[in-house]
């Protein structure tokens, strides 16, 4: 029986392993190990990517986030509303920055919901915060209608979404700031934890870049209170090596999802998301392939049993969901929804067979011929 595990992380490394092990020989060799040349060309190149005057390499994206908002202006005792469907991180960065996280419903698209955005708002919110989910980037331009009339800041969660665009437009690059993952499950990532803050605006890269470093500003006066938190530098060069070949990673998830769109469609019981290039406005990078499902519980062990690694995201708890923490809200269609989601494997050691092997389990699950 096949064995096709949800991520294959030896794989990630074997991949490339001459490569890293010239990163690691070269960086070692220089003792380049924090804040050196291979940060700084990461950086730049980076925001050259993404379309950004200014990239900063964080320590994980959850720090990110808290930067991001922070350095953004968002301040002590405002709400912030952030989809429901987001992992708890988007929400702890909210409220590390002093801030009250605001959970609304996400859409059809899971995606955090414009309409139920501008229903939140109130008095007291200060910035909206958009989760650019599976490697898809939200309505922007109702979100920022909605900022606009309201004076409300945006900063994105772009943890998901390096490279996804919203007519043409990057993730990360359409509010006052954003904060980019590079966990290793991550379409990019590294060998540990590793994040970036983005931004167009000079100021808040600078007040940004002070919080890292404990405060201190580019002269290394103390001119805040501050943290530490930044990419190790071996892992700057690891990322820097990796994003010269993105586009070809971005494609190869885009082909896999055309595979799954392909081998799903007939299955009435299933919802894939959207395929490639079915929307003119939306480019997505897939960093997961997150279907609804029928029976989805019964349908995970089903895949289980015949080898087959999913996943439900967040542990199947939204941040709505999380009343421990104070969570209040009722959101029917996103408690609906969590009862659907199912993620399929969605990374670049899967084979076009792999990809068959899953569909055909799938549908014989539904009583459709393989």
């Known amino acids: 029986m096949p064995s096709v595990p949800f991520f294959n992380y030896p794989a990630l490394f074997a991949a490339q392993e001459a ?3 010239a990163i690691f020989s070269d960086v070692g060799r220089r003792g380049a190990f924090i804040k050196q040349k291979d940060l700084e060309d990461f950086e730049t190149s980076l925001a050259s990517f993404l379309g950004v005057r200014h990239a900063l390499g964080v320590g994980n994206a959850t720090d990110g986030l808290e ?3 922070l350095a953004a202006g968002v301040e002590e005792g405002g709400e912030v509303i952030l989809s429901s469907h987001t992992m708890l991180a988007t929400a702890a960065a909210v409220h590390s920055a002093g801030a009250r996280p605001v959970p609304v419903e996400c859409g059809a698209d899971h995606l955090i919901d414009p309409a139920a955005v501008e229903a939140a708002v109130s008095a007291r919110t200060r910035a909206i915060l958009p989760t650019q989910l599976n490697g898809r980037t939200c309505d922007m331009d109702a979100l920022r209608r909605i900022a606009g009339h309201h004076g409300l800041l945006i900063v994105e969660d772009a943890a998901q979404a390096l490279g996804s665009r919203y007519k043409g437009q990057c993730a990360g690059s359409f509010g006052a700031s954003a904060a980019i993952s590079f966990y290793p499950a991550k379409v990019l ?4 934890d590793g994040g970036a803050v983005v931004t167009n605006d000079t100021r808040v890269h600078e007040h940004a870049s002070e919080l890292c470093n404990f405060g201190r500003n580019a002269a290394g006066d103390v001119v805040r209170w501050g943290f530490n938190s930044r990419l190790d530098n071996l892992h700057a060069a690891i990322l820097h090596f990796q994003l010269r070949s993105y586009g070809q990673a971005v494609c190869r998830r885009r082909r896999i999802a055309t595979l799954y769109g392909e081998g799903l469609n007939e299955v009435a019981e299933v919802v894939p998301p959207p395929a490639p290039d079915s929307d003119p406005n939306h480019f997505d990078i897939f960093q997961n392939y997150e279907i609804e499902a029928e029976r989805r519980d019964d349908l995970k062990q089903y ?13 199947g708890e939204a941040i709505h969901h999380l009343t421990v923490l104070g969570f209040t809200q009722h959101l029917p269609y ?6 659907r989601m199912l993620m399929l494997p969605m990374n670049l050691s899967l084979s076009d067979d792999d990809v068959h092997y899953v569909c055909a389990n799938v549908r014989s699950f539904y009583g459709y011929p393989q």
């Open 67 to 69: 930067v991001a908002l």
């Open 334 to 339: 996103t408690d609906w929804l969590f009862t």
């Open 303 to 315: 895949l289980k049993d015949r080898g087959i690694g999913t996943l439900i995201q967040w542990n």
């Open 19 to 21: 490569g890293f092990q």
């Open 189 to 192: 990532g590294c060998f540990g």
